[in-house]
C-alpha cells in the first residue's frame, strides 16, 4: 500500500475532518493504488476519485469509468492492484427510452441510476482463464449499478461512508460547488490541498522501495546520458539517450536539463563545465539526480568548484537527520561551500520527492521551490539541489536523493561523487 494510513488519520483529526476527497491523479494513486488509463495531461477531467474516511471502520472507496471496471482485476508484475474494495464506476444518465426500459430510475441509495454496463462480449461457450473470469465477474457484478456521472458515483462513495453530511477535506476548489448541485451541503467541503501534500511527505516502506528504484534508474539514465557527450553534441541528443535509458528500464523520463537556458553554444564544447540535472519516473514516483561533467580535461577552477560541492555535501550529512529543519540544513551546505572556495554559490535548495518532484506543501502561484519550512521525519525523502552556474564560464551541480532514518539517513542513489570525464 502506498498510503500512510496512520498519518492521513492524525493529520485529518488534527484538521477536524471526517474524510478526504481526492481528484488529483498523484492523490487518488495515492490513496487507491490505482492509477487510471486518462490520468495524463490530455486526459478527461473529473474521471477519478478517492474517497478516505478518517473512520479506519469506514469504507474508503474508488471511483472509476466503467470501462476501466476490468482493468481494476489486472495486477502489475507483482501482483498488487488496488486495495479498495468499494469501486463506484460511471456510465450516462438515462434517456427516456432507457428509463422506460429499467426496471428503476434509482439505485438503492437513492442515487440517480446510470445506463447498465456490459462491457466487450465474452465467446459463447467459452473457456476463460482466471483473469478473464474475473473480467467477467466484476462486470456482471456492477454493470447494473452504475452512476449517471463521476460525481453521482462520488455521492454514492460518501453516503456508503457514512460522510455525505460530515466535514470533508478536498484537493479540488471546484468539488464543493459540484456537490452541492448533487444534495451535498457546500460547507462541509473545504479546499486543503496542502494537506495531500503533507500526508504525503512521509513514506510508506512500499514507497521506500519505488524511489530506490526510481533513483537508481533515473541515476544510470543521466550517466549513460554523461558518458554520451562529445564535442558538438546537442543537448536535445543526449537528452533522447537519457529517455530511451529510462525507458528501456521500466521508467519514463521526465527531463535532461543542464540549466533554464540549456547550453551557451547550443552544444557541447570541449573543456565547458556542464552541470546535468535528471528528473524521471519509475511507476509515478520520481528520481531526482544530479552530477557536472567535461568533455577533456578539466580546468583548475572546474576541480575547485567540484570540490566546494563535495565540501557541501560532507556538512549536508551531519545535518541530514530527524529533528533538522529544511532552512538550518540548507544555511550549513551553503556556508561551508561558499568557505571552501565558491563564494558566489547560493543556498541549496531542500525539497521533498516522490509522486511530485516536490511532495511539500506549496501555496497556489509561488516562485517553483517555494515552500513552507519543513523538520526531517524518519521516512521523508529528500533532496539536497546545489546547482551553480556562471554565465561565460560554465555550471556545476551534486544532488542525491535521501531517505532520513531513525537517526540518520541512507542514499537511495549508488553511484560515486567523481566529476564526470569523457
Known sequence: MLLNRERAVEIMARENLDGLIAQLPVN???FSDYWGLFNTPGGYDGSY?????????AP???IVPALEVRRLETRDAA?????VDNIFAYTSPLDEAASLLSNAKLLDDGTPRGVDYAGWPSVAGGEFNELEQRWRSIVQRLGRQMSPSSLWSLVRALKAAGL???MLGADDARIADLLSEHGIDRGNIRYVPQLFNEIRMVKTGDEIELMRTAAQINEYALLAAADAMHEGATWDELEDVYMMQMAHQGGRGVYLMCGVGELPAQYVRTGEPIFLDALGQYRH???DFGRCAVVGKPSVKHLDYHGSLLTGWEVAQEYLKPGVRYSELSAAVGEAVRKSGLSTFRDPVVHSVGLEHTDDPKPYGVQPQ???DQVLQANMIVNVDMPHSEIGWGSVHMEDTVVITNDGFERLSTADFSLRIV
Do not use: I, M, N
Open 28 to 30: 487518488s494513486y495515492y
Open 79 to 83: 501482483g498488487r492492484g488496488t486495495w
Open 285 to 287: 514516483y520520481h528520481g
Open 370 to 372: 517555494t515552500k513552507p
Open 60 to 62: 474508503a472507496a474508488l
Open 164 to 166: 455525505e453530511k460530515r
Open 49 to 57: 476519485f478517492a474517497v478516505l474516511p478518517r473512520d479506519t471502520t
